[in-house]
């Protein structure tokens, strides 16, 4: 079966990471390119709006092909109601949009993070999976967290709508996203480092499958176009998972610092990340800091791309080494580093 590259596709967080990297690949395709963000960019076919009210942007997915759903509250510290609105109440607004302007292909963005329960009780799941790969067919379970937990609720959404035949959809699970212009895999980490307020749990051990944001977004463009990918689910990860340690040890050398970054057993680094937290919070700030960023870089399994290697043919292509080289230019260029 061979790809249908399409004439014109809709972006839903399109000045985001992954959506703007995306817009990118496809105009450079020829393919006309559209989308939606909190903050407009005509110039790039991008629309103001709020996901969750399609009045101000529905008119933009006139004549897509393909539809990409990006946008999302991307937080480990954020009130329920607001990631429940976005995330949930957003994606069923996206999917009805899509459906009704007659969109061939709806491609959900999700996340490995909907699998947490592998690694928050990694006792259980060796004891009722013993031998399952971290793969498509892992079980979810909430966990009380609320951006995993709304990401999962979407993909119930989207799946559901492909089962009724009211819109054909698929859903993408990246793994931990880098590249340059990231910002909770490059920057935040950079300003953690530099600030001496990093700290790894697990002793640097927890298991981290870094996919670079070409490789993604190959993977993207592959699903949203492989007549094959309808109404599938694929992860999109690194081929190899690393400790935390090793990948966040490129930073520290970019840095020039001699030590390796610091770490510590995971209770230890969860209550050092609360506390943290707790004081964000009393001065009415904002932070990543907290159990939620410190579970996930405790993970104990990688990703297994074996399905979208034989479904799609989808293969990441830029190594780690390779990948850091990149960031460690755009870093310099940027000034990040000087």
Not at 158 to 167: I, K, M, N, R
């Amino acid at each position: 079966m061979t790809e249908h590259r399409p004439s014109s596709v809709f972006i839903t967080g399109a000045n985001g990471f992954v959506g703007r990297a995306l817009a990118e690949r496809f105009r450079a395709e020829g393919v006309e390119v559209r989308g939606v963000d909190v903050s407009a960019d005509p110039d790039h076919g991008v629309v103001a709006g709020d996901i969750a009210d399609p009045s101000t942007w529905s008119h933009a997915l006139a004549g897509a092909e393909v539809a990409i759903h990006t946008a999302a509250i991307v937080s480990n510290n954020i009130a329920t109601e607001r990631a429940w609105h976005i995330n949930v109440v957003g994606t069923q607004r996206v999917l009805d949009a899509a459906a009704h302007a007659g969109v061939g292909r709806f491609v959900q963005i999700s996340t490995m993070g909907v699998t947490r329960f592998a690694h928050a009780h990694p006792d259980a799941a060796r004891r009722f999976l013993p031998d399952r790969e971290l793969d498509e067919r892992w079980p979810l379970m909430p966990t009380g967290n609320p951006y995993t937990d709304t990401k999962i609720t979407a993909e119930h959404l989207v799946l559901a709508a492909h089962a009724a035949g009211e819109q054909s959809c698929c859903v993408i699970r990246p793994a931990d996203i880098y590249g340059p212009g990231c910002r909770p895999w490059v920057l935040e980490p950079i300003a953690a480092l530099r600030s001496g307020r990093f700290l790894l749990p697990a002793r640097g051990k927890g298991l981290f499958t870094p996919i670079y944001i070409d490789d993604l977004v190959d993977g993207i463009v592959t699903t949203a176009t492989h007549p094959a990918a309808t109404g599938q689910i694929f992860n999109l990860g690194g081929e190899s998972p690393v400790t935390t340690l090793e990948y966040f040890g490129h930073f520290t050398r970019m840095l020039g610092m001699d030590d390796p970054p610091r770490s510590a057993p995971t209770s230890v680094a969860v209550a050092a990340a609360e506390a943290a937290r707790l004081v964000a919070v009393a001065r009415r700030r904002h932070t990543e800091l907290g159990r939620g960023v410190m579970l996930m870089l405790a993970k104990t399994r990688g990703v297994s791309n074996e399905k979208a290697h034989r479904v799609l043919g989808w293969w990441p292509k830029v190594d780690l080494d390779e990948g850091m080289r990149r960031v460690e230019a755009w870093l310099r260029s940027e000034g990040h580093l000087g």
